[in-house]
């Protein structure tokens, strides 16, 4: 009888864990939803606010400030996380981000909307990084693809449904109800961290240890460093030519910065993006490779969209529906990639989700011209698939070579370099089409500019309808060139991950694993 009741208590314990995980990863979900939904559902709505604020030479800005912020942010969040613990600065960030909504819904002009936006941004980095890190915390390795499974569905059903909801408030009600429908969202996400997050106390915060000390140095070096690069790249070739006195000033002054976070990390007790997150095979390899899966992204995500009208005839919801198709596929590949990885590892788990991805990408071009809907349709299905299996095994295994004092900076790290890849991939595809279509056409142009001639053509006949068929096959091969150089991007990530990144991850094992 003297073990009944400390066995009951434990049988008590059992449920309301678990109803607290619960409670605790639906928050998740919101906070991830936020930051999922938010460049989808603004895009749609760019010819109303346009309309209303004005500012249409610098609208990009609504996108580009928001990206910059989220990027340069990561490596903070993520080592302050590590510091002080995921809650508060989850908090911190939802916070930020639901100021940011509130004020951005009170713009007066573009050039205030644009700068709340950062602001949303700066509460946008620590959404992406802490909700991650957490999920690695929050489950054991076996059951960790449960968790991440359920992220990569929340990106997912907002890829597709941002662009509707975000019509639907701008054509019926307000722009500005795009930024509220945040407040609710995230009321309830803070409510659900703050009542039921409960991180156990660490080493770090025991009363015996020195308080940690923040490096702000390297935070803003590490901040002004990534925002000029950024700068450089989204606006290089769109605001200024690449070769321009501004472009080339950001670019010096961008590795001038560089040099100057190397010298300042290295002196810091407490370093922001510490040196160990690049000497470690596993996951400089990772950092690497999805580096590399933010380049290839670029060619679907941005070009597929004006392939799918200016060369297959599609209008904008249709379009949209073809490249949507491969957030179908990419949760369920996730999920199930878990029986593959406790076979044959996570490496090469992950060498045969991107060489299926390269094959797949290199097959785009050999599509038949015009063709039809459904094959650049199937292919996405396919590349969906294919990069599931490739990107969720390599972050279950950066996070899972880590202990829970370094898992933050691990994760802000493979993030931070999807992200930069992401930047830089737009830039260089953007430039690769243009010098495509220049060559094609006989003469300078850019993609934006030739597919809105090719609508303003549609249906002319004689000498005109040969023009617009020709600029049909510019975009075509344009899009073609940008979809090889994704393949070649996805080829390299298979060469880092072959050569560099050890056949078994150093998984420290865990209770629960």
Known sequence: MGDARPVARESARRPAEAHRRGAVVAALMLAMALAALDSTIVATAVPQIVGDLG??????WLFSGYLLAVTVT??????????????PVLVVGAALFLLG???CALAWNMGALIAFRVVQGLGGGALQGTVQTLAADLYPLR???????RLSTVWAVSAVAGPAVGGVLAAYADWRWIFLVNLPVGAVALWLIVRHLHEPQRESAAKDVPRPRIDWAGA???????GTLLTALVQGGVAWPWLSAPSLALFGAGLALAALVVVVERRAAEPVVPGWVWRRRTIAAVNLALGALGLLMVAPTVFLPTYAQAVLGLGPVAAGFVLSVWTLSWPVSAALSQHVYRRVGFRDTAL??????????????????????????LLMLLLGAALGLFQLPLIVGVQSTVGWSERGTATASVLFCRQT??????????????????ARLGG?????????ALDARTGEAGAAGTAHEAIRHAVASAVHAVYLGAACAAALAFVVLLCVAPRRFPVLREPGD
Do not use: M
């Not at 299926?356 to 050999?366: C, E, R, T, V």
């Open 74 to 87: 990561l490596p903070v969040y993520g080592k302050l996380s590590d510091t002080f613990g995921r809650k």
């Open 352 to 377: 045969l989700g991107i060489g299926a991805a390269a094959l797949i990408l290199l097959a785009f071009p050999f599509l038949p011209y015009p063709g039809a809907a459904w094959q650049p349709a």
């Open 143 to 149: 059951e960790r693809p449960r968790i991440q499974a």
């Open 421 to 438: 890849g992401q930047t830089v991939g737009a830039a260089v595809f953007g430039a690769v089409a243009n010098g495509v279509l220049a």
């Open 444 to 452: 300078a142009g850019d993609l934006d500019s030739v597919t809105r």
């Open 55 to 60: 500012g249409f030479s610098v609208f990009s």
């Open 220 to 226: 803003l070096t590490v901040f002004a460093c990534g």
């Open 101 to 103: 909504s509130l004020l």
